[in-house]
């Protein structure tokens, strides 16, 4: 018998402890505004189609080829599933950020009309290299001669994605995770406009005559065309499906012989085509979006930019287009196999063979023997799989150290470099012999540190690594000795682009 003891219930966490939780644990990389940082925006209209027990698994275990590290050693199973009732809890308001908002956010802090013609430095200006360093959120721009930075300037607060340029590699625009597009001109090295075009957006897209830019939005669910010349807003087109169901944006792409952006999308199974040729012809196949939806959605009815949709039978995440760009290989959502859509047939017309959760996005094209190869890492795997690009068969699937993020190669070479520092072996760089289709060296230029994404600079000479820490490095290697040549201190340098590369859509790298 117990005596003068009284039995409490086990506690229950209030709403008090959520937010407490929430500023603790989420708010560093999702905001404190849960509307996305570093991290996605997490409100129910973003997590459409995460069940709530997946998302307890999320916060549990964390969440793999992300950042998302795992919380169950520092939360009970209470405080996770408290967290969990939290993120899926509406926002009193979601902030809308439609035309009006974007257009207030509007800086224009050069005019365009009045830059000089020429750079106001003597390098080459297609071998320049714009190097994403998220340690301090700054920008380099590198010199990819002498590898001696030319500016260094603070950037908008997490920058993602490749760094797009225009079609003379002249300008180059950047994306934030919350919305921000800047235009840098490398010619005389300042910022030329900005404007917050989402509330947590995905990427950027610029069109291959650069007259426009695409901007791909996670929140609000929208995709935002910016005239090139000084980013002003031209059009907000809602990403609506069947039903009126909306869907966040896992990505915009160009395809320049196409005239037109393609989008791949998270919530709907669809991928979408927009054209912005100005003689766009009338359009066949497919279905346009329709005009009535938008003034449904009262945003831009019937603007110059019209979404194609293609329905397709999975979700695609991820997007690698033949040289054609005709043809779009897409990462299904269960990461076991890709799907190939023809944007001309307008479906899927074969399926790929590619378990281990690829990292299509990544991937690059090579010729061997006439025929066209694409090799791709995963996210899941320790292999790199290459797949022929006429039978979209996987035709080897070579075995690595470990999964890797990001793979590269160039016309100049023989070889691809990857990482597979998603792996246990996280400071290795192997490199492969596309000819043989097998590993020939592996590298441990900084060991025991993380090191990934390579970048050929314009001739294929030379090589570029990042040691992606916050006191990490840019390495550069000669190419073919496979020898370190150069070393700078970078603040976690997560990405770095070479103008000619891109701006030629070099099939050793990503555009
Ligand atoms: Fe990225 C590009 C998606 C996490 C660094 N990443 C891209 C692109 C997409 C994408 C769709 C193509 C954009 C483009 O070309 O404009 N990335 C995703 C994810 O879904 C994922 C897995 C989860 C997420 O957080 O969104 C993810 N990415 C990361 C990271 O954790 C990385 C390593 C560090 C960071 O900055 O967040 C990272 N992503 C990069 C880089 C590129 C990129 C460096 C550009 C690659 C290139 O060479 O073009």
Same mark, same amino acid.
């Not at 926002?91 to 802090?109: Q, R, T």
């Given at each position: 018998?117990?005596?003068?003891?009284?039995?409490?219930?086990?506690?229950?966490?209030?709403?008090?402890?959520?937010?407490?939780?929430?500023?603790?644990?989420?708010?560093?990389?999702?905001?404190?505004?849960?509307?996305?940082?570093?991290?996605?925006?997490?409100?129910?209209?973003?997590?459409?189609?995460?069940?709530?027990?997946?998302?307890?698994?999320?916060?549990?275990?964390?969440?793999?080829?992300?950042?998302?590290?795992?919380?169950?050693?520092?939360?009970?199973?209470?405080?996770?599933?408290?967290?969990?009732?939290?993120?899926?809890?509406?926002?009193?308001?979601?902030?809308?950020?439609?035309?009006?908002?974007?257009?207030?956010?509007?800086?224009?802090?050069?005019?365009?009309?009045?830059?000089?013609?020429?750079?106001?430095?003597?390098?080459?200006?297609?071998?320049?290299?714009?190097?994403?360093?998220?340690?301090?959120?700054?920008?380099?721009?590198?010199?990819?001669?002498?590898?001696?930075?030319?500016?260094?300037?603070?950037?908008?607060?997490?920058?993602?994605?490749?760094?797009?340029?225009?079609?003379?590699?002249?300008?180059?625009?950047?994306?934030?995770?919350?919305?921000?597009?800047?235009?840098?001109?490398?010619?005389?090295?300042?910022?030329?406009?900005?404007?917050?075009?989402?509330?947590?957006?995905?990427?950027?897209?610029?069109?291959?005559?650069?007259?426009?830019?695409?901007?791909?939005?996670?929140?609000?669910?929208?995709?935002?065309?910016?005239?090139?010349?000084?980013?002003?807003?031209?059009?907000?087109?809602?990403?609506?499906?069947?039903?009126?169901?909306?869907?966040?944006?896992?990505?915009?792409?160009?395809?320049?012989?196409?005239?037109?952006?393609?989008?791949?999308?998270?919530?709907?199974?669809?991928?979408?085509?927009?054209?912005?040729?100005?003689?766009?012809?009338?359009?066949?196949?497919?279905?346009?979006?329709?005009?009535?939806?938008?003034?449904?959605?009262?945003?831009?009815?019937?603007?110059?930019?019209?979404?194609?949709?293609?329905?397709?039978?999975?979700?695609?995440?991820?997007?690698? !287009? $033949? /040289?054609?760009?005709?043809? @779009?290989?897409?990462?299904?959502?269960?990461?076991?196999?890709? +799907?190939? %859509?023809?944007?001309?047939?307008?479906?899927?017309?074969?399926?790929?063979?590619?378990?281990?959760?690829?990292?299509?996005?990544?991937?690059?094209?090579?010729?061997?023997?006439?025929?066209?190869?694409?090799?791709?890492?995963?996210?899941?795997?320790?292999?790199?799989?290459?797949?022929?690009?006429?039978?979209?068969?996987?035709?080897?699937?070579?075995?690595?150290?470990?999964?890797?993020?990001?793979?590269?190669?160039?016309?100049?070479?023989?070889?691809?470099?990857?990482?597979?520092?998603?792996?246990?072996?996280?400071?290795?760089?192997?490199?492969?012999?596309?000819?043989?289709?097998?590993?020939?060296?592996?590298?441990?230029?900084?060991?025991?540190?993380?090191?990934?994404?390579?970048? !050929? $600079? /314009?001739?294929?000479?030379? @090589?570029?690594?990042?040691?992606?820490?916050?006191?990490?490095? +840019?390495? %550069?290697?000669?190419?073919?000795?496979?020898?370190?040549?150069?070393?700078?201190?970078?603040?976690?340098?997560?990405?770095?682009?070479?103008?000619?590369?891109?701006?030629?859509?070099?099939?050793?790298?990503?555009?």
């Amino acid at each position: 018998m117990v005596v003068g003891m009284t039995i409490l219930a086990a506690p229950t966490l209030a709403a008090e402890d959520a937010t407490r939780l929430y500023a603790e644990h989420c708010a560093a990389c999702h905001g404190g505004d849960r509307l996305g940082a570093i991290g996605p925006a997490l409100l129910p209209e973003n997590l459409g189609r995460l069940r709530k027990a997946e998302a307890e698994k999320v916060i549990a275990q964390g969440r793999d080829a992300t950042q998302m590290p795992g919380h169950a050693d520092k939360l009970s199973p209470e405080q996770i599933k408290v967290l969990a009732e939290y993120v899926y809890t509406p926002l009193a308001a979601v902030p809308s950020w439609g035309m009006a908002e974007i257009k207030a956010s509007h800086v224009v802090s050069v005019d365009p009309a009045g830059l000089p013609a020429r750079p106001q430095w003597t390098t080459d200006p297609l071998n320049l290299f714009t190097v994403v360093e998220t340690g301090d959120h700054h920008v380099t721009i590198l010199d990819g001669d002498s590898f001696k930075p030319l500016a260094r300037f603070a950037s908008r607060f997490a920058l993602h994605g490749g760094a797009k340029y225009s079609p003379d590699g002249r300008f180059v625009y950047l994306a934030s995770r919350d919305g921000w597009i800047t235009k840098y001109d490398l010619y005389t090295l300042q910022i030329v406009a900005e404007i917050r075009a989402g509330v947590n957006t995905r990427n950027v897209a610029v069109s291959h005559d650069g007259r426009f830019l695409m901007v791909g939005n996670m929140l609000p669910h929208t995709l935002v065309a910016l005239d090139a010349r000084d980013l002003s807003p031209l059009q907000v087109i809602p990403v609506v499906g069947d039903e009126k169901a909306t869907s966040r944006v896992s990505a915009v792409y160009t395809a320049p012989p196409r005239s037109s952006f393609v989008v791949a999308l998270k919530d709907i199974l669809e991928v979408w085509e927009i054209p912005y040729a100005d003689d766009a012809g009338p359009v066949m196949n497919g279905f346009v979006h329709s005009y009535e939806k938008g003034l449904e959605e009262g945003i831009s009815p019937g603007g110059r930019f019209q979404a194609i949709r293609i329905r397709t039978p999975d979700y695609l995440d991820d997007f690698f !287009f $033949d /040289r054609t760009y005709e043809r @779009v290989m897409g990462a299904s959502r269960d990461g076991k196999k890709g +799907l190939v %859509v023809d944007l001309d047939i307008k479906r899927k017309i074969a399926e790929i063979d590619l378990p281990g959760m690829p990292h299509l996005g990544s991937g690059i094209i090579f010729r061997k023997d006439g025929r066209d190869y694409m090799a791709t890492p995963h996210l899941k795997e320790a292999v790199i799989s290459i797949i022929d690009m006429e039978t979209w068969k996987t035709v080897k699937r070579i075995p690595t150290l470990g999964p890797g993020f990001f793979m590269r190669s160039h016309e100049n070479t023989g070889y691809a470099w990857i990482d597979v520092s998603m792996g246990k072996e996280k400071d290795a760089i192997q490199i492969i012999d596309l000819n043989a289709m097998e590993i020939a060296r592996t590298l441990r230029p900084a060991p025991g540190r993380t090191t990934a994404h390579a970048e !050929f $600079d /314009r001739s294929g000479k030379h @090589v570029l690594i990042s040691v992606m820490e916050a006191d990490g490095e +840019l390495i %550069v290697f000669d190419a073919e000795r496979f020898e370190v040549v150069a070393r700078m201190p970078m603040k976690r340098p997560v990405g770095k682009y070479n103008v000619f590369n891109k701006i030629n859509y070099s099939s050793g790298t990503s555009h």
